[in-house]
């Protein structure tokens, strides 16, 4: 079983932070190209941040220097970090994996999906 389970959204207020996580299963995040991407209602999937196979990052500018992307390796773990949230950063939040060496923010260049943490932020 190959598996990626995403954690840690919520409803918060305005300004407050998230840290989300990615746990994965059968599965080494520190061997493969990872990523964070978000969708909300109506509107089409975006990527947010990537982290590749040496540990480089690569944020969308929508970010604004919001968010922080990492990883766990002893525990095989990804992680999501968002300060300042913003109503405007209310969706669904997905972390993807790729074996191949990519730093991309494309969602057809991943392989391996989670099902998705809801995070709400309201004002």
């Known amino acids: 079983l190959v598996q990626l389970v995403e954690s840690g959204g919520g409803s918060v207020q305005a300004g407050g932070s998230l840290r989300l996580s990615c746990a994965g299963s059968g599965f080494i995040i520190s061997r493969n190209s990872m990523a964070w991407f978000r969708q909300a209602p109506g509107k089409e999937r975006e990527g947010i941040a990537s982290?590749?196979?040496?540990?480089?990052?690569f944020y969308a500018d929508s970010t604004e220097g919001r968010f922080t992307i990492s990883q766990d390796n002893a525990e095989n773990i990804l992680y999501l970090q968002i300060n300042a949230l913003k109503p405007e950063d209310t969706a669904m939040y997905y972390c993807?994996?790729?074996?191949?060496?990519?730093?991309?923010?494309?969602?057809?260049?991943?392989?391996?999906w989670g099902q998705g943490t809801q995070v709400t932020v309201s004002s």
């Open positions: 993807a994996a790729s074996n191949r060496f990519i730093r991309s923010l494309r969602s057809n260049d991943y392989d391996t």
């Open positions: 982290l590749d196979l040496l540990g480089g990052t």
